[in-house]
């Protein structure tokens, strides 16, 4: 019996290959067969990217702003406007946001440590009008969670729990959730039973391994079981890497990285 992947296996290309110009790092990953994700798209070529035929998977939804003040929600629904179009351009169905603007090291451009039940529901009703572009537009826009302990602290809604909680109170299939597996087993562990209840809002699955953030099978996380576990629940979905290549040798860490989601 020949071992496949039910899952669409897409790989940052931010985070290998990294000595190559990014346009050649895209072409890599296409020649060796997985999907590519892009993170801000202004500092790319779009026409060369969109020039190479991969397939983009997902990208990031916005420039600037925030989801809870009057100036940054205009700020982010900008943005988001701009990146429909681009994301339109490459064929990309996603789109990825945050709890709020991060700088160019992933900290919040402006920390809210703790949130308000006002705060609450304007972040609710941001996404609202966000997930009505994306129905407009043909597109999915995906709330990822982040970890504040180690590369995130301060950015508002960034649990799971968090970015499930309000994706569930919009209830659009064009707001689905970015379930990354590293940041949440940092904050909060218990990975199968979060996937279970997550269950359909989940949009995409993002992985890398604890601690390190390369890829599976170089720490604690056992993604044979996290496979299984999707498999199981009937995810055909893509599953990205956003993760390292440990000792820098991606050839090796896309072979674990494939091998960790082949059933």
């Known amino acids: 019996m020949t071992s496949t992947t039910p899952f669409v296996l897409a790989v940052s290309a931010e985070m290998v290959f990294i000595d190559l110009p990014f346009v050649e790092r895209v072409r890599r990953l296409h020649a060796l067969g997985f999907a590519v994700e892009i993170w801000d798209w202004t500092r790319h070529d779009i026409d060369a990217l969109a020039a190479t035929g991969a397939r983009f998977t997902s990208m990031t939804g916005y420039v600037s702003g925030d989801l809870v003040t009057a100036e940054g929600r205009a700020a982010l629904l900008a943005s988001a406007r701009e990146s429909l179009a ?146 199981e629940l009937g995810y055909r979905g893509v599953v990205g890497l956003e993760g390292w290549a440990a000792d820098g040798n991606c050839e090796r860490a896309l072979q674990r990285f494939k091998s960790a989601f082949t059933l």
Not at 107 to 132: K, N, Y
Not at 191 to 196: A, G, K, N, Y
């Open 86 to 231: 681009v994301a339109e351009r490459l064929g990309c169905p996603s789109l990825n946001l945050h709890g709020t603007g991060l700088d160019s090291n992933g900290l919040p451009v402006r920390p809210l440590p703790t949130v308000t039940g006002a705060q609450w529901l304007a972040a609710r009703d941001t996404l609202m009008v966000i997930a009505r572009l994306g129905e407009a537009a043909g597109k999915v826009f995906l709330l990822e969670n982040l970890n504040t302990a180690v590369d995130h602290p301060g950015v508002p809604f960034a649990r799971a729990e968090d970015t499930l909680a309000l994706i569930e109170a919009v209830d659009s299939p064009h707001l689905r959730l970015n379930l990354d597996l590293y940041h949440a087993q940092i904050g909060e562990g218990n990975l199968i039973e979060l996937i279970r209840r997550a269950g359909a809002a989940i949009g995409e699955i993002q992985v890398a391994d604890v601690p390190g953030r390369c890829e599976p099978g170089t720490g604690e996380i056992h993604y044979p079981a996290i496979a299984r576990t999707l498999a």
